[in-house]
């Protein structure tokens, strides 16, 4: 397990590699420079002081300098300072706005499992009935459906008309000088909405994928042969069928992370939620280079360990990669 | 109001808005006449201390030390936290604040300002001439980088006569002088000296002289000040100022309805179509007033086919700005004739003005040599179809649907327009620094101060500069001048009615409107009085009756 | 190279798949308004009255008004045509880097494979969302920019699709005869293996054309999608939900459209793959 895991660890060096080359080269090579957001502030700033900013971020140096300069300074974990007025360090904007994400990513990620497997397996072993087809389409909507749309429509609902749940943020303005129980209810009720639209479009991804993983097990012989042998048809299919057909869903979760992160600067502009997409797009669009490329390094790093997390558990459950691994 | 960070509206004209933002709120440069107050229940209530007021805001703030801020979230807070030397108020006339008064000599060049005795910082220590020195010398720095520092280079020489008496010289005398001692440059020495000041905590964490103490700043969630008891005008009646940030129009309009905030800005529709349930007046007082900024079209008039007099003529008849005024603002506005606000001393009712003619329009063009002779519906010349790009930032729904209006406007004399919308940082970098575009629409915030050098002097065409469009008119430029190197405000006024002829005659811009600010407030806050500066004025005046207070610890 | 026989086995499950069979019938309802928008469309979908905004829907507007005072039905009907083009241009530009890509990968393996599928890796560690935000916010939006930057961050599941059917045709007799009759590697690589390969990048393509229109929606809500006074669905449900509570019309049917168009693309391409695959053959 040891050897298996420091092997998967040396094998990240050249992907972590490729992915600072990447997001380099993207924000790079993109038009404009990282100096515009200070000068374009400051009627006085003139051409030479121009000079010297660029100068000072050492853009009058090669392509390759920049970014052998950058990858350096990555290297002890100094993604810099922020462009913005704040002028803050650029780990510290992402630490305190990280939390926010992973913790809403984890939590829709487990509604998203909690659901979308048993509809997986149900419409697996009854295959063509209502139930299949309803959840097939349920599932579909919930990823058609705009996720602004559908959570500005929920929040008129609960938040508005029906007065049961609050529009946005993360907790009321009283929320200091409630009780513990009271702090956890108000936190909670934040919650609903956002993690239910975030999971809704979640759900159709999984659901299919472990319905057609159930479809193939159930019939591959060796179930068949569970079935001839007079096991009951429950026993054989969540016995034996299904946890065969949920392995595979492990990976599908590493490689679901960036798409979920992807996805939070939706709701977290919508749900007014200070998390990490929020800050993406605002920096996006305020060109803030150093907190871009920094959060797309680190995005991007999460996916890896997301992937190696899921290949361990994998391994952990089933053997024959366990064997794979020392072979290898 | 707009539908993005205000920041990005705010930082082109970061310096014609200075002096409004130094003293105060942004609100405090309104108009009374145009000042209405929707009806409301008013409840009777005595004068009381508490309550929370919970205000919604579009964009987080960005730096909280003034010379460094350059965005309206930030300059709500400041306004809050910070006091000025001067500032203007409800009527918009110029006095002290932290400055009890002031000597200006008779030839305008020197300024004695006499500070008041006693004022504490809000960590105690005592407030002095040598926190204003330190601010100037920061401001004039040239390693601060602070949009603000112009107005200060006109100043000769500045110096602290004793604790309380603080005397600046300048070069010669210039008008737009005394406003600009607002809060800008009222800085705690002791907190800062020594520092590199935009790596300071103050950045983050505000320690100033004004009615409000900062309490906590949790970045893209809120901010919260809370009230401080030894203010010099007396403490204020709202215990705390909650400043909420919600990314999002629509959500944060909901939480509005909700009542889950207190004030935020209407959008036209919002003011005219959705806040007109009895409900909703009674929980929530509107308020409107014309804004002190304008929209514009502005030509690049580097570009050969603006540089006819009569193609800007013919498009400034052919585009519809009462449309303009009435399907984009909903009425809430006016269109504009110039480069002042209407109703000001500065304005000039008597300029040519361009009412919808497209008629004239297309003669006009004809006369210039554009006709179709293709048939293909667009005029041309030499070959050349008139066809052009208005260019505008991205997240301004006003804009935006200005310019489908015209668009359409256009292409029924036969120019064909195309629109394009640009994120803010290249609009400005790749766009108008480099004068590469045709025409832009964008708008002008001012001051109650009115100077505009910067915007148009044929000196200020260079890069990264704010007369972008190349305007040169000799004329302009002397009264420019003039103007703001001429005390006498009623000689000043005749420079400036000039200027505006002259600007209406030539048409560099299409000038199209004048937009009405539009706040919604919970009816339980009273002592709102609407008076020209807005209504942010005497916000420390504003209380919520005992049995109406809302938020009681 | 599919045989008449599988043809066949393949339209008899997939008729048999009544929702594919929605799915379908939805893909070409749009595509016949799509087509025929010019004559569809009642009014000048660009034609402003500012006299008549957000009126609801009428006789004379059956869609009601926007807030210009535009058609609703007419900018609908030009949308479905841009959000058609914008799904198929990005999932055409995705299919063609995927294809050649992911073939070059299985086809050649060694060291080509291993760079083209670390490359793979390394692209599929990124949230795309937050490259194609960061892209199009820098390159000014523009409906093409939108449709290039969605294709461009958006290839690689169609690459490795590719490499594992190669891999597993390149072993094949008819392959092995084709090369030992001289055929050039190009010629192997048209001729013979891509075209046994297509079918899961077909389902891979319908799927992602629904991707690509809902992409363009959350770009539009965030101010970067398809840019005025074209009418994109997106834009148009963006412009909508500022007036959601006073005029429902304004976002309720762009939001249908979506949700319909999306839906019915991701029936028909789930149908599509249930048919083709072998191992869930009765």
Redo the contacts between chains.
């Keep these: 397990m040891l050897q298996y895991l420091s092997k998967r660890l040396l094998q990240m060096i050249?992907?972590l590699l490729?992915?600072t080359i990447?997001t380099f080269a993207?924000?790079r090579l993109?038009?404009?420079e990282p100096t515009d957001l200070q000068t374009q502030l400051n009627p006085k700033v003139t051409v030479e002081a121009w000079e010297r900013l660029r100068a000072y971020y050492g853009l009058d140096k090669p392509l390759y300098r920049q970014y052998l300069d950058w990858l350096w300074r990555l290297l002890r974990l100094d993604f810099g300072r922020s462009f913005s007025q704040d002028n803050r360090k650029v780990i510290d904007k992402i630490a305190e706005r990280l939390p926010i994400t992973i913790g809403l990513n984890v939590l829709s990620m487990l509604l998203i499992i909690s659901i979308a497997i048993p509809i997986g397996v149900l419409s697996a072993t009854h295959q063509y009935s209502f139930f299949d087809?309803f959840t097939?389409?349920f599932v579909?909507?919930g990823?058609?459906?705009?996720?602004?749309?559908l959570a500005?429509?929920l929040m008129?609902l609960f938040g508005v008309n029906l007065g049961w749940l609050p529009i946005s943020g993360l907790k009321s303005l009283d929320y200091e000088s409630l009780s513990f129980l009271g702090m956890m209810t108000d936190r909670a009720k934040h919650l609903i909405l956002p993690v239910f639209v975030a999971a809704f479009g979640g759900l159709?991804g999984f659901s299919?994928y472990t319905r057609?993983n159930m479809?193939?097990v159930i019939?591959q012989d060796y179930i068949m042969t569970a079935k001839a042998k007079g096991l009951s048809e429950n026993r054989v299919v969540y016995k034996h069928a299904l946890r065969n057909a949920l392995l595979p869903v492990i990976t599908i979760l590493g490689?679901s992370v960036?798409?979920l992160?992807?996805?939070s600067?939706?709701f977290e502009?919508?749900f007014a939620i200070p998390g990490m997409g929020q800050l993406?797009?605002h920096s996006?669009?305020s060109?803030d280079y150093p907190v871009?490329m920094g959060?797309?390094v680190l995005?991007?790093?999460l996916?890896?360990l997301g992937?190696l997390l899921a290949d361990i558990c994998y391994g952990v459950v089933d053997p024959r990669i366990r064997l794979e691994g020392r072979k290898g | 109001m707009d539908?993005?960070p205000k920041m990005k509206i705010t930082i082109l004209s970061a310096f014609l808005t200075l002096l409004l933002l130094m003293l105060g709120s942004c609100d405090s440069c309104q108009e009374r006449k145009e000042t209405v107050k929707e009806p409301a229940l008013e409840e009777p209530g005595e004068p009381a201390y508490g309550d929370t007021i919970v205000v919604g805001s579009i964009g987080d703030a960005s730096n909280l030390l003034p010379p460094l801020a350059s965005d309206s979230a930030s300059f709500d807070i400041i306004g809050l936290v910070y006091n000025g030397i001067v500032k203007y108020d409800k009527d918009l006339k110029i006095v002290g604040d932290l400055a009890e008064s002031w000597d200006i000599s008779p030839d305008g060049l020197e300024i004695i300002f006499h500070l008041r005795k006693g004022v504490k910082w809000h960590d105690g220590v005592e407030f002095t001439a040598e926190d204003v020195m330190f601010g100037y010398r920061k401001i004039i720095d040239p390693n601060t980088p602070t949009a603000y520092a112009s107005s200060f280079e006109e100043v000769k020489e500045a110096e602290i006569l004793d604790k309380y008496t603080f005397k600046v010289t300048y070069k010669e005398p210039f008008a737009p002088g005394l406003a600009s001692w607002g809060n800008l440059v009222v800085l705690p020495q002791h907190l800062l000296e020594g520092e590199d000041i935009t790596k300071s905590p103050l950045t983050r964490s505000p320690v100033g002289t004004g009615p409000y103490r900062f309490v906590e700043w949790k970045t893209g969630e809120k901010i919260v000040l809370e009230y401080n008891p030894d203010y010099f005008e007396g403490r204020p009646h709202i215990d705390r100022y909650l400043y909420r940030f919600i990314p999002e129009?629509?959500t944060m309009?909901l939480e509005l309805k909700a009542e889950r905030i207190d004030e935020m800005g209407l959008?036209p529709?919002?003011y005219r179509?959705?806040t007109n349930s009895p409900d909703f007046l009674q929980k929530f007082n509107k308020y409107r007033y014309l804004s002190f900024g304008y929209t514009y079209l502005g030509y690049n008039l580097l570009e050969p086919k603006f540089q006819d007099i009569r193609v800007r003529h013919a498009i400034s008849s052919a585009i519809n700005k009462q449309?303009i005024v009435?399907?984009?603002l909903l009425g809430l506005g006016r269109v504009a004739t110039g480069p002042f606000k209407p109703d000001t001393i500065w304005y000039n009712p008597e300029v040519k003005r361009y009412p919808y003619d497209p008629e004239k329009a297309r003669a006009l063009l004809e006369e210039a040599g554009w006709v179709d002779t293709d048939g293909d519906g667009i005029l041309d010349k030499e070959g050349e179809p008139f066809s052009f790009t208005i260019i505008t930032n991205?997240?301004n729904?006003q804009r935006?649907?200005s310019?489908?209006?015209i668009?359409?406007n256009l292409k029924e004399i036969g120019i064909e327009v195309k629109?394009?919308?640009?994120?803010w940082a290249?609009f400005i970098n790749d766009f108008i620094d480099k004068k590469n575009f045709e025409a832009v629409i964008l708008g002008w915030s001012l001051d109650p101060d009115p100077d505009q050098y910067d915007i148009w002097h044929s000196r200020k065409t260079k890069f990264k500069e704010f007369n972008f469009i190349s305007y040169k008119n000799p004329e302009v430029d002397d009264l420019l001048v003039k103007a703001r190197h001429t005390m006498d405000p009623e000689e000043r006024r005749k420079y400036y009615f000039r200027f505006q002829e002259i600007l209406a005659e030539e048409q560099p811009y299409t000038f199209l409107y004048v937009a009405e600010s539009l706040p919604a407030i919970h009816s339980r806050f009273k002592g709102i009085e609407p008076a020209p500066a807005g209504i942010g004025y005497n916000f420390i005046e504003w209380y919520v009756p005992k049995h109406l207070q809302k938020y009681t610890k | 190279m599919i045989k008449q026989r599988e043809k066949s086995i393949f339209w008899s499950r997939l008729s048999r798949n009544?929702?594919a069979l929605i799915g379908g019938v939805i893909v070409i309802i749009l595509f016949l308004i799509a087509l025929f928008a010019p004559w569809l469309s009642p009014y000048d979908s660009?034609?402003?009255d500012?006299?008549r905004?957000?009126e609801p829907p009428s006789r004379e507007h059956p869609l009601g008004t926007d807030?210009?005072?535009r058609d609703v039905l007419s900018r609908m009907i030009w949308g479905s045509r841009i959000s058609l083009a914008v799904g198929f241009v990005a999932v055409g530009i995705l299919s063609i880097i995927g294809v050649l890509l992911g073939s070059l990968a299985g086809y050649y393996g060694g060291w080509i494979d291993s760079v083209i599928m670390?490359?793979v890796?390394?692209?599929?560690?990124?949230?795309?969302?937050?490259?194609i935000?960061?892209?199009i916010?820098?390159?000014?939006?523009?409906i093409w920019a939108i449709m290039i930057v969605i294709g461009v961050f958006g290839w690689m599941g169609v690459a490795r699709l590719i490499r594992a059917e190669i891999l597993s045709l390149k072993e094949r007799e008819f392959i092995l005869a084709a090369r030992s009759q001289g055929a050039r590697d190009l010629r192997i690589i048209f001729r013979h293996i891509l075209p046994n390969a297509l079918s899961p990048v077909l389902v891979s393509a319908i799927l992602g054309v629904?991707a690509a229109i809902?992409t363009e929606?959350?770009l539009s809500?965030?101010?970067?999608g398809v840019?005025?006074?074209t009418p994109s669905w997106?834009n148009m449900?963006?412009a909508g939900?500022?007036?959601?509570?006073?005029a429902w019309w304004l976002?309720l049917y762009p939001?249908l459209a979506?949700?319909?168009?999306?839906?019915g693309y991701?029936?028909l391409g789930?149908g599509i793959r249930?048919a083709l695959?072998p191992?869930?053959r009765d």
């Design positions: 050249p992907l490729g992915i990447i993207v924000i993109a038009p404009g087809k097939t389409v579909f909507i990823f058609a459906i705009p996720t602004f749309w500005l429509l008129i159709a299919r057609s479809l193939e019939r490689l960036p798409s992160i992807g996805g600067v939706i502009t919508i993406f797009f996006v669009m060109r871009i959060i797309l995005g991007a790093v996916t890896l992937n | 539908k993005i129009q629509a309009f959008t529709l919002q179509r959705q449309d009435d399907g984009v991205q997240g729904e935006k649907k310019a489908e209006i668009q359409r629109i394009h919308i640009i994120e290249a | 009544k929702l660009g034609k402003i500012v006299t905004i957000l807030e210009l005072g670390r490359f890796d390394i692209m599929l560690c990124f949230p795309t969302y937050f490259l935000l960061a892209v916010a820098f390159v000014s939006p523009s629904a809902l929606s959350a809500f965030l101010g970067i840019q005025p006074p997106g449900l963006t939900k500022d007036n959601i509570d006073i976002s939001g979506i949700l319909i168009t999306v839906l991701n029936l789930e249930d695959d191992r869930l």
